[in-house]
């Protein structure tokens, strides 16, 4: 088989301006400090015939404000860059429909809500409170978002894959897309047999797709090799349908910039049906998020 070369879908990126107060979590962090456009993913990814991407909400102190910005972003380039919304609501709030409405009202491109419930393992935790998973409130915020037709994106770890499973099994219509392959932080034969397992369990939630992200974050001396252990985990568990390619650009370029990771993953899924190529790069995102994908257009 031959290396992928068709129209890709970036399921999972992020934008911002380095706004002060605008985003707690960057004070500090001088390599991320700086503004991430549209104008700037493009110029990353130029040649790389992405026609379409996902836009992940980024932890920002005013979610309503931020899907407004993206919106803005999304018009700038034309629908090809933020083609999809994810934006953020925190699911356990008591006025949570309300809160979904507005975000709606905002942009006719919101697709999903993304909450984080990431914590423990020793590990500091972006999530707004570690027992998410565990609250009443939380459920039925997840049921408002299946009532509405949105995904969720649910950013976790592995030793909450069990409860994640658990919970999402009372909720069957809901969508769900698995944020950087569930994390497999640990890669000591271990810590992948316990990520292995989770996998499984999600697996069985017919409503759950994996996004492959992130992964040379957690192996710095990564090869095609070890990219390719993993993923030869995730395929066996979802299956080519079910897995989708995102760059978590620009946090991932720390690790590996967005088009080595892009051609690294053209290279370990190269003896992959034609088919299960096309679904793994834009397919798979593409049905997920509802976005309609001209296959003849270029990323310009």
């Known amino acids: 088989m031959l290396a992928y070369r068709g129209p890709v879908i970036d399921a999972h990126h992020h934008l911002w301006h380095a706004t002060p107060g605008a985003y707690p979590w960057l004070d500090g962090r001088a390599e991320l400090w700086r503004d991430f456009t549209a104008r700037d993913y493009a110029s990353t990814f130029a040649g790389q015939d992405i026609t379409a991407t996902v836009l992940i909400e980024a932890l920002a102190a005013d979610p309503e404000a931020e899907l407004t910005a993206a919106t803005v972003e999304r018009l700038a380039s034309g629908g090809r860059i933020a083609t999809a919304l994810v934006g953020h609501a925190p699911l ?134 070890s990219l390719r252990r993993l993923l030869d985990v995730m395929l066996d568990s979802f299956g080519p349908a079910r897995l989708a390619w995102g760059s978590d650009w620009p946090v991932h370029d720390l690790a590996c910039p967005g088009p080595v990771a892009l051609d690294a993953m053209r290279e370990v899924t190269a003896d992959w049906p034609a088919e299960a190529q096309a679904a793994f790069f834009a397919g798979t995102a593409a049905r997920l998020y509802g976005i309609a994908v001209d296959p003849g257009s270029r990323h310009p």
Request: with cysteine; proline share 9%; charged share 25%.
């Open 92 to 225: 356990d709030a008591p006025d949570i429909t309300a809160r979904l409405d507005r975000l709606a009202a905002r942009s006719p491109a919101l697709r999903g809500i993304r909450d984080i419930v990431s914590a423990g393992a020793g590990r500091p935790s972006p999530a707004r409170n570690p027992d998410l998973l565990e609250r009443p409130g939380f459920r039925r915020g997840l049921a408002a978002l299946a009532a509405r037709g949105l995904v969720f994106d649910l950013m976790l770890r592995p030793h909450q894959m069990q409860d994640a499973a658990r919970l999402l099994e009372t909720l069957p219509e809901l969508s769900v897309a698995i944020e950087h392959a569930a994390d497999p932080w640990d890669q000591s034969p271990e810590g992948l047999r316990a990520w292995a397992v989770g996998l499984g369990a999600l697996a069985e939630m017919p409503g759950c797709v994996l996004k492959v992200s992130a992964l040379q974050c957690h192996d710095p001396g990564w090869t095609t090799d």
